[in-house]
């Protein structure tokens, strides 16, 4: 496991130990980060289930002003850190419950969920995403789950824009609508 490109480009990051934490392959990693290739320079960005905080390094690596990593594993935690501390990269990591975190009303320009696939959080995560209202204007949720896991919608001014399989891997991209976008269907 490494970071793709940018200012850390080509380090090396630790993995985790056992089967807790399911690393995202580099290959979804790059097709993950050539849809948000524009969408990434001085962007806030939450890395939620952060299990190694692969794909919030590598947002700071292209460019994020900042990445908030969450774990509720105190393992994680301690790797998130210690593979910031291998780019030279900062970012805040907090060993907390995803929704616990989310309740708090933080908003990101970028939201990555990639909770381990059997835990049956990607409902209730979204909700709570809609319901606070996490995003910013024109912000974009990246969901990655096992391909044959049925995603939800969300409520507006969220929706899911696309879909893409990558082998036994889906990327869901959710974005919220601007308010001039919204206006504009009116």
Known sequence: MRVITGTA????LKSPEGEAVRPTTDHVKQAMFNILQFDLEGRRVLDLFGGSGQL???ALSRGAREAVF????GNSVRLIQENLERCGLK???????????????EKFDIIFIDPPYDSG????????INAVDNLTE????VCESRAGTELP???APYRKQRERH??????????????????ENE
């Open 91 to 105: 970012g805040k990591v907090l060993q907390t419950d995803a929704l616990a975190y989310l309740s708090r009303g």
């Open 70 to 73: 969450t774990d509720s594993s």
């Open 153 to 155: 919608e969300m409520s």
């Open 56 to 58: 919030g390094i590598e």
């Open 166 to 183: 990558y082998g036994s891997v889906k990327i869901c991209i959710y974005s919220k609508e601007t308010a001039k976008a919204g206006n």
């Open 9 to 12: 480009g080509g380090r090396k």
């Open 121 to 128: 959080l990607y409902r209730a995560v979204l909700e709570r």
């Open 138 to 141: 024109g912000g974009i949720i």
